[in-house]
């Protein structure tokens, strides 16, 4: 029987990168996957991708920073399959470059906005589903521009996700005891990913600079954070609450420069 045989997995930002690499891995280990995006061409076709490999997927259309919408994913979601046992709260943005000072508020409202807002908005309506079905798992993301030294000009980037860091571990420490497990995924430099692209349109020294930051030589790949954030939702991980999960490759142990001019 495969890992998630029987259970109803949610990936937010699930039309590409990593949030389309973890669909198909939570659907491959037997999960009901419910995909949502405001990328429809993008989410039907990770859906497509899991049907060919005869996983079972279903996507919804959703704008995670309005409340309405994340309300009927929610109930949506439950209404077609009958539980939510996980949700990968995932979509995020970059952002533009730039200095602290320099951000414009539009900018920085967007970033907190998609990085930060939708996972409060996300948790609000997933946990009182989990908590009456007796458990379940929330993984957000956050990166390791959370972490450490944080990453000069993307303030709000990082903000937002060291935001999302106290954010699962403040509802980690309400809802432990109600059986809901919240972790935190920060990921280093993942290529193939919108945000890496968003970085490399932006800077074109930046996978010159950015590899060598990763003292293990190589960037990252979708399919790798996904195979994490499967384990960190599994029954295997069921001691891990609370924790940001580092997958970098060692890079947030090296020096974090500057990788914008």
Known sequence: MSVFTEKVVLV?????????????AFAKAGAKVVVA???????????????IANGEAIFIKTDVT???????????????????????????????SSSTAACTEENWDRVLNINLKSIWLCMKYEIPYMREQG?????????????????????????SKYGVIGLTKTAALEYAKVGIRINALCPGFIHNTPLFESQVSQNSDFKEVAINQVPIGRFGTPEEIAEIAVFLCSDKASFITGHPMVVDGAGSMSRYVILNK
């Open 12 to 24: 937010t930002g699930g039309s590409s990168g990593i949030g389309r690499a973890s669909a198909l």
């Open 37 to 51: 995006d405001v990328d429809v061409t993008g989410g039907e076709d990770t859906v497509s991708k899991i049907e």
């Open 66 to 96: 309005k409340a309405v919408e994340v309300k009927q994913l929610i109930k949506k979601t439950v209404e077609t399959y009958g539980a939510l046992n996980c949700a990968f709260n995932n979509a995020g943005i970059l952002g533009h």
């Open 135 to 159: 458990g379940g798992v929330i993984l957000n993301m956050s990166s390791i521009a959370g972490l450490g030294s944080g990453l000069q000009r993307f303030p709000a980037y990082t903000v």
